[in-house]
């Protein structure tokens, strides 16, 4: 038994990094009766030119933080439900330095569930697999709705508590929430920074590709539409207080997916096959490095009836495409070029 839910005017928080985008894209493409309002505060990882072509009437764009208590009050009032993709998503960086990680991904999901219950507003939380913490690589477990968190980096322990703020609030104050935790994405406009547009981007550039310890971690890997229409679903359907794992039965050990990364990236360069073979360098490993993430989806397969719908082939061979085809993207993102973007359509100083 499901509870549909018709928003007619959403906030999507993080609307322009990577998966946050492809979900406006999607609700823009899908639902053009529902107005969307892009909530991002545009750090590093947040790119307006993500959504620039379908800014307008249907889709506006607000600069701001989540952590800003009064933006929301402000803006919340008049809208049915908040997507909340906002985060910092970086495993390396929240390693480096998990302050922002504490601050946005709790600090700002607390806000925001405050503004929330304030305004009787529905909300549904992105998260991933990565709060499970992780599996052994021979252990033929897969990650439930029911495994107990143990998250192991600041990164997913931030997520992790976020989830548990989301719980809180619905069994509390009775707020109408919903959780999905995701495997890893990959697809068009994903920051350069995680392993697929990095390695697509070194190959094509001659550098060298980073594999961390002995490429032997294994992760799910799902094409962002599929996510966005996983989302979609929950949202719609879905039951509230429920939490629904998303994943794409589709796990790959680092280093096959580099060597189906190089082959793809060769053969469309029209270079030799395998010729960026010889790219491949071991570096020194990430600390608390998770060895396999898992996800098991049947409950929303069997509940929902969302399966992925992209072949892994298919997909990584759409995505290498996309970055060489969309080169201009991925060059103003790594010379910084596009944090203008903001400054030339709002003509900021
Ligand atoms: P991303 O880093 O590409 O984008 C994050 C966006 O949030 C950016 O646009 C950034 O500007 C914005 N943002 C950051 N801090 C903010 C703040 N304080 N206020 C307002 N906006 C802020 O991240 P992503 O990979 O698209 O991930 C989106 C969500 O999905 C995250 O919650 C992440 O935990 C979750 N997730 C990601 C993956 C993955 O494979 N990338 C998998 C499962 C779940
Ligand atoms: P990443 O894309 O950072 O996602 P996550 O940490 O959420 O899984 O990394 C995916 C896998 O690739 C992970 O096992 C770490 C590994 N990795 C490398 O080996 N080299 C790299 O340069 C990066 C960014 C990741």
Redesign the pocket.
């Known amino acids: 038994m499901t509870d549909a839910f018709i928003p007619k005017n959403i906030i999507v928080t993080g609307g322009c990094g990577f998966i946050g985008s492809n979900f406006v894209h999607y609700v823009y493409n899908n639902h053009p009766d529902v107005h969307i309002t892009v909530l991002d505060a545009l750090t590093y990882a947040g790119n307006l030119e993500n959504i620039k072509p379908i800014l307008g009437d249907r889709v506006e764009f607000v600069h701001g933080n989540i952590c800003d208590a009064q933006l929301l009050d402000e803006l919340v009032p008049g809208h049915d439900a908040i997507v909340h993709y906002a985060a910092e998503s970086?495993?390396?960086n929240s390693i480096a330095n998990p302050e922002p990680f504490v601050k946005t991904n709790v600090e700002g999901t607390f806000r925001l569930l405050e503004a929330a219950r304030k305004y009787d507003v529905r909300f549904h939380h992105i998260s991933t697999d990565?709060v499970y913490g992780d599996l052994a690589l021979d252990d033929p477990a897969k990650f439930t709705e029911e495994t107990p968190y143990h998250p192991s980096s600041p990164y997913s322990s931030t997520k992790a508590s976020s989830d548990m703020l989301v719980r809180a609030w619905h069994r509390t104050y009775g707020l109408r929430t919903t959780i999905s935790n995701c495997s890893?994405n990959y697809g068009p406009y994903q920051f350069p920074?995680?392993?697929?547009p990095?390695f697509i981007n070194n190959i094509r550039n001659d550098r060298p590709l980073?594999?961390?310890g002995k490429?032997q971690?294994v992760?799910d890997w799902l094409y962002v539409e599929d996510h966005a229409r996983a989302i979609d679903l929950i949202f719609h359907e879905g039951k509230i207080a429920e939490t629904y794992n998303i994943g794409g039965f589709n796990e790959w050990k680092?280093i096959d997916l580099i060597k189906v990364i190089v082959k793809t990236v060769d053969r469309l360069l029209g270079r030799p096959e395998g010729a960026s073979e010889k790219l491949i360098t071991y570096v020194a490993d990430?600390a608390g490095?998770?060895l396999r993430?898992a996800i098991d989806s049947t409950k929303l397969k069997e509940e929902l009836g969302w399966e992925p719908t992209l072949q892994f082939e298919e997909g990584i061979e759409k995505t290498v495409r996309w970055y060489l085809h969309n080169q201009k993207w991925i060059d103003n993102v790594t010379s910084g070029e596009y944090q203008r973007c903001y400054q030339d359509m709002y003509n900021q100083k």
């Open positions: 970086h495993n390396d990565e890893n920074e995680k392993l697929i990095l980073p594999v961390y490429g971690n992760r680092n990430r490095h998770d993430y």
